[in-house]
């Protein structure tokens, strides 16, 4: 039985009403994501996901309309999917990862993160990877799904950060009077915050010296932190030659047996 005029309109109207539908929704999808790292790729992607399962499902219902057998086109259609679903299994779970990454959030484009043994500022998030500059100038592209299940550092999260640096001091050094001039001292340095403020404490007695680990808090780029550190070893080290105060290097003691002198040999026997 030939379909009659009414079905033909009904199934243009089915088939024009799904392509529709689908654009309406690519370009909300698009303006959700304005201004996101993914808008160029994983949300685009997602989009023509979406634009796919509208029409062939407004296709495959026009077909049932006109009387099509599709029982066999989807058992087909089926086995080539799981097919295909396996063969980009990767790609598929990036694809997802780049989604859910841009979801949750966990840093932005132009942020300072660490990740699966890579520092660096991220430069692009697209529907695959992740791209970084390291630190040391090098271009890194990590799968999504590794930076979604790796722990995430991001360093420029928040306006500023923590940094340490340990001092080994002489034995002989006036703990109390070391500890309060190096707070004292590191609290001068240009680019050190005033809140929270610096802390010096005795870390351990080490081998050779007694340990102080100052504390300080800075801007949080890398490049700040490196600036910041420099000034403060510097101002440390000036401070405390000024004192006396002496930055102990490792020795050892050498202990003789009674009768020997320094630097005397045994006879051969």
Same mark, same amino acid.
């Not at 799904?18 to 959700?32: D, E, G, Q, S």
């Not at 996101?36 to 997602?46: F, H, K, N, Q, V």
């Not at 990767?90 to 840093?107: D, E, G, H, K, T």
């Not at 007695?205 to 780029?221: P, Q």
């Given at each position: 039985?030939?379909?009659?005029?009414?079905?033909?309109?009904?199934?243009?109207?089915?088939?024009? @009403?799904?392509?529709?539908?689908?654009?309406?929704?690519?370009?909300?999808?698009?303006?959700?994501?304005?201004?996101?790292?993914?808008?160029?790729?994983? @949300?685009?992607?997602?989009?023509?996901?979406?634009?796919?399962?509208?029409?062939?499902?407004?296709?495959? %219902?026009?077909?049932?309309?006109?009387?099509?057998?599709? $029982?066999?086109?989807?058992?087909?259609?089926?086995?080539?999917?799981? @097919?295909?679903?396996?063969?980009?299994?990767?790609?598929?779970?990036?694809?997802?990862?780049?989604?859910?990454?841009?979801?949750?959030?966990?840093?932005?484009?132009?942020?300072?993160?660490? #990740?699966?043994?890579?520092?660096?500022?991220?430069?692009?998030?697209?529907?695959?990877?992740?791209?970084?500059? #390291?630190?040391?100038?090098?271009?890194?592209?990590?799968?999504?799904?590794?930076?979604?299940?790796?722990?995430? #550092?991001? %360093? $420029?999260?928040?306006?500023?950060?923590? $940094?340490?640096?340990?001092?080994?001091?002489? %034995?002989?050094?006036?703990?109390?009077?070391?500890?309060?001039?190096?707070?004292?001292?590191?609290?001068?340095?240009?680019?050190?915050?005033?809140?929270? @403020?610096?802390?010096?404490?005795? %870390?351990?007695?080490?081998?050779? $010296?007694?340990?102080?680990?100052?504390?300080?808090?800075?801007?949080?780029?890398?490049?700040?932190?490196?600036?910041?550190?420099?000034?403060?070893?510097?101002?440390?080290?000036?401070?405390?030659?000024?004192?006396?105060?002496?930055?102990?290097?490792?020795?050892?003691?050498?202990?003789?047996?009674?009768?020997?002198?320094?630097?005397?040999?045994?006879?051969?026997?």
């Amino acid at each position: 039985m030939s379909p009659t005029w009414q079905e033909g309109v009904v199934a243009l109207a089915v088939i024009v @009403a799904a392509i529709v539908l689908a654009i309406v929704l690519r370009m909300l999808l698009m303006r959700a994501f304005r201004g996101s790292d993914s808008a160029p790729g994983a @949300a685009r992607m997602l989009a023509r996901f979406l634009q796919v399962v509208l029409v062939t499902t407004a296709a495959i %219902y026009v077909l049932t309309m006109f009387g099509v057998e599709i $029982t066999p086109l989807l058992g087909a259609l089926g086995i080539g999917g799981i @097919a295909v679903a396996l063969a980009v299994q990767s790609v598929l779970s990036n694809a997802i990862a780049s989604v859910l990454l841009q979801i949750r959030r966990p840093f932005r484009r132009g942020d300072q993160i660490a #990740t699966n043994d890579f520092e660096g500022r991220v430069l692009e998030v697209n529907f695959r990877t992740v791209r970084l500059l #390291t630190f040391d100038g090098n271009d890194v592209l990590l799968p999504s799904s590794m930076v979604l299940d790796n722990p995430i #550092t991001n %360093y $420029t999260n928040r306006s500023d950060r923590r $940094t340490e640096l340990i001092i080994g001091l002489d %034995y002989d050094t006036d703990l109390a009077r070391a500890v309060d001039l190096l707070r004292e001292t590191v609290g001068e340095v240009e680019g050190v915050a005033a809140t929270p @403020a610096p802390e010096a404490w005795v %870390y351990e007695f080490a081998d050779s $010296t007694i340990n102080v680990e100052v504390r300080f808090w800075h801007g949080a780029t890398n490049a700040e932190r490196w600036r910041v550190r420099s000034a403060v070893a510097i101002a440390c080290k000036q401070a405390l030659d000024a004192e006396g105060m002496v930055i102990a290097f490792p020795q050892r003691v050498v202990h003789l047996p009674p009768g020997e002198s320094p630097g005397a040999t045994s006879s051969p026997s």
